[in-house]
């Protein structure tokens, strides 16, 4: 396990793959297998950590208040037929459940695995905290190691989906202006909806609403700028090392952890997938006017599967410019996982 811990470290200084979150999840790994385990019960700095912010729940919300101060949904407010993309982008969540049903894993264990696929790491750490956080190690680890596989994983499977004329496809932006006033209402209005459709949501998607509200209102900048860089990164920085502080070899060398990553990895797929041919069909329907690579970054993964989309879209055509198209989506899909998280706890735990 101390070699594993290294090899994350490795990732994140020599690979950039996540660094933020790999390496002191690295570290949190070594420190676990030298005696300073992180645990419900324990002591030590690191258990202390562990009650105050993953059994509380509390690192994950922190971490949602400085992405919603990052995020800007005038894309999707301009362009709100793209939260179509957002829901299809989650059917990989929904699929590889069913599938870790099949292969052994209870509900519980196979809802926070399915939503790996959503690569959204608080919401995949949020879920796995609540139904599973026996498995919480290996969730985080697979959801943040994917999320920095974006653009090796989705490439292959946008390209295998789709045609180079359908690739080629131009979309005009010409969206109708949004007002400060929608800016400022769509956060509150999301809250409460979603709140008062799947209360168990709530809590995840308010601190998201709450650190865009901080950005939109425009008279908190101090605020803004502590949850998009202070808050966030010590909420980063204690999460990576309490999970890593939880994989001990009893706990993270098993079967169910090449299980729970390579399911975590069709999840991934399968939500690129259902997004892309979403897309098609949306091209089809509206005659030819929407590039189906925007359909990829209705997971999250937020800006990065957008500004995947948009590069690739380029690659074919250099003057083919869907930013903002792939903005709208991708901002629909970080939408979509909070919202498919949390109807996954509702649904799980109504039925136990």
Avoid: W
Avoid at 93 to 106: E, M, N, R, S, V
Avoid at 147 to 170: A, D, F, G, H
Avoid at 228 to 246: K, M, P, R
């Amino acid at each position: 396990m101390i070699i594993i811990g290294l090899a994350l470290i490795f990732l994140a200084i020599v690979k950039e793959y996540e660094p933020v979150l790999l390496l002191p999840i690295g570290f949190g790994c070594i420190l676990a297998n030298l005696g300073m385990v992180a645990s419900a019960n324990g002591e030590g700095f690191l258990s202390v950590l562990y009650r105050a912010g993953i059994q509380s729940e509390l690192f994950p919300l922190l971490i949602f208040i400085g992405v919603g101060g990052m995020i800007d949904f005038s894309p999707l407010l301009a362009q709100p037929h793209l939260s179509l993309l957002g829901a299809a982008g989650q059917f990989g969540i929904y699929g590889t459940l069913i599938l870790a049903t099949i292969i052994g894993f209870d509900i519980r264990q196979a809802a926070s695995i399915g939503v790996i696929g959503a690569i959204d790491g608080p919401t995949a750490i949020y879920v796995a905290g609540r139904l599973a956080p026996e498995m919480l190690a290996p969730i985080a680890v697979a959801a943040y190691s994917y999320m920095s596989l974006v653009p090796i994983i989705q490439p292959p499977v946008m390209k295998l989906l789709t045609t180079r004329k359908e690739r080629l496809i131009r979309m005009e932006y010409a969206p109708k202006p949004v007002s400060k006033k929608a800016l400022i209402i769509f956060p509150i209005a999301v809250t409460i909806v979603i709140s008062l459709l799947a209360p168990t949501a709530a809590p995840l998607i308010a601190a998201l609403m709450l650190g865009n509200l901080l950005k939109e209102s425009g008279v908190v900048e101090r605020l803004n700028q502590s949850a998009q860089n202070e808050i966030i990164n010590i909420a980063t920085l204690f999460l990576g090392l309490t999970i890593g502080g939880t994989m001990t070899a009893a706990s993270f060398l098993q079967l169910d952890t090449l299980k729970i990553l390579g399911l975590g990895l069709l999840a991934f797929i399968l939500d690129t997938a259902a997004g892309v041919l979403f897309g098609k069909l949306m091209a089809v329907i509206s005659g030819g006017k929407i590039n189906p690579l925007i359909g990829a970054c209705g997971i999250s993964a937020f800006p990065m599967s957008g500004r995947l989309s948009a590069k690739m879209a380029q690659d074919e055509d250099f003057q083919n410019f869907i930013l903002m198209h792939a903005m709208g989506s991708n901002t629909a899909g970080q939408l979509g996982s909070v919202i498919a998280g949390g109807l996954l706890l509702t649904l799980v735990l109504s039925i136990q």
